[in-house]
């Protein structure tokens, strides 16, 4: 069965920081990857997707990044924090054939509290 | 633009009890997707229940399951039996064919009270 991770589970960090969030699947090949981030009481906002190896998709243009530098492995970068970085961070996986690549599952999340 | 609406931000349940959760959406797409997840308070999305547009038949997945009303826009979700375990945001969600983009509702939270 397929199975995501994400690392680290909370993060605390000072405004200017970097940040590096990671996220691995197991158990399927050459999946689609996505990171969204939920904001204290809001719903979900799509950042960063990905089809494939080195191939990056974004939705809302910010101080964040993404880079997929192996098949299952997602990474979710930023080179200064803001205080408006701050949130709950989902990594989510998705088939990419057989009529069930609509369907996301989602990892356990990370939060992050910039201060 | 696609469009996913719940009404209800709040609601509670007595534990055995049955409760319904309201969902509406907006598309000009023909194929497409809705989901329900719920998201506990260890905050984890999980996926609990998926219903494709051309397919008439509700989803059910063992306590939980939906009323899909196509020509209303309307997916809602039924909980029977409801358990403490339930308690949780749930999510309504959309997608359509060949789109990355997961399209979520605000969110209700759904208390089971003992």
């Known amino acids: 069965s397929q199975t995501i991770h994400q690392w680290p589970a909370t993060l605390v960090q000072p405004v200017g920081s970097p940040l590096s969030l990671e996220c691995t699947v197991e158990?399927?090949?050459?999946?689609?990857l996505y990171w969204y981030r939920q904001a204290a009481g809001r719903g979900l906002q799509l950042l960063f997707y990905?089809?494939?190896?080195?191939?990056i998709s974004s939705e809302v243009p910010q101080n964040l990044s993404a880079s997929r530098p192996q098949d299952r492995q997602f990474i979710l970068s930023s080179k200064k924090l803001l205080l408006s970085d701050s949130g709950f961070y989902l990594c989510?996986?998705?088939?990419?054939?057989?009529?069930?690549?609509?369907?996301?599952?989602f990892g356990p999340g990370t939060r992050l509290l910039v201060l | 633009a696609q469009t996913v609406t719940q009404s209800q931000p709040e609601m509670s349940v007595q534990e055995a009890e049955t409760v319904t959760l309201s969902c509406t959406y907006d598309?000009?797409?023909?194929?497409?997707?809705l989901f329900w997840y719920k998201q506990p308070p260890s905050r984890q999305m999980i996926l609990v229940i998926r219903?494709?547009?051309?397919?008439?038949q509700n989803a059910t997945e063992n306590r939980f399951s939906v009323n899909f009303q196509k020509a209303a826009k309307s997916f809602s979700l039924k909980i029977s039996d409801s358990q403490l375990g339930d308690t949780a945001m749930y999510f309504c969600?959309?997608?359509?064919?060949?789109?990355?983009?997961?399209?979520f509702g605000k969110g209700t939270k759904l208390s089971v009270i003992p």
């Open positions: 969600a959309f997608t359509w064919a060949g789109s990355y983009q997961l399209t």
């Open positions: 990905s089809v494939g190896i080195g191939q």
């Open positions: 989510a996986w998705s088939e990419t054939s057989g009529g069930a690549q609509e369907t996301q599952y």
């Open positions: 598309t000009s797409e023909n194929n497409y997707y």
């Open positions: 219903q494709e547009a051309y397919k008439q």
């Open positions: 158990g399927t090949s050459n999946p689609n």
